[in-house]
């Protein structure tokens, strides 16, 4: 595959929800590859007057550098320190009225990113154009969003209904 039908493969598939997709940088990262022998040129190829493109191919050294991290990514929790969990750190500091209509804000955000995922999901794994392990990032993700969501949810009725003590 050359860089353009990478970003664009990644695109279809809705990987930049999982990380940034840039082009310029998608060739970058290309060049450092190949610099270090983990993908190889195999073609070039021209389709109509655009410019000759390069088709890449992972080399046995490739496979196995990544093979070996995305191993150890899924074996090895790592804490990614969210924002969010630094704000909610300080969730007393907005008072009673401002947290709980900030959480609900929140919440509903999160509601609508849940069914923009549920979408894609159906229009990709659902309608069988896409296997599901293709999109399994996608699928954790709207897990973790529908966690989120329930927690926010319960803590602004635990604010609300005053199950959640503030100090006076």
């Not at 993908?39 to 046995?60: C, F, M, N, Q």
């Not at 969730?91 to 009225?97: D, F, I, K, M, S």
């Not at 399994?136 to 329930?150: D, G, K, T």
Request: net charge negative; with cysteine; proline share 4%.
């Amino acid at each position: 595959m050359h860089p353009y039908e990478m970003a664009s493969t990644l695109r279809e598939r809705h990987k930049d929800g999982s990380f940034k997709i840039n082009s310029g940088s998608l060739y970058d990262t290309v060049e450092s590859l190949a610099r270090h022998g983990w993908i190889e040129p195999v073609s070039t190829e021209r389709a109509g007057k655009r410019p000759e493109r390069t088709v890449y191919a992972l080399t046995e050294l490739g496979e196995g550098e990544f093979v070996g991290w995305i191993d150890e990514l899924i074996r090895t929790p790592v804490a990614e320190h969210p924002k969010f969990l630094a704000a909610v750190s300080y969730l007393g500091a907005l008072g009673r009225e401002r947290a709980a209509d900030a959480l609900a804000e929140r919440a509903g955000r999160l509601r609508r990113q849940c069914e923009d995922i549920r979408a894609v999901l159906a229009a990709t794994v659902g309608s069988g154009r896409v296997p599901r392990l293709f999109m399994i990032e996608v699928e954790c993700a709207l897990h973790s969003l529908e966690a989120e969501s329930a927690w926010t949810e319960q803590t602004i009725a635990e604010i609300r209904g005053g199950g959640l003590e503030w100090p006076a």
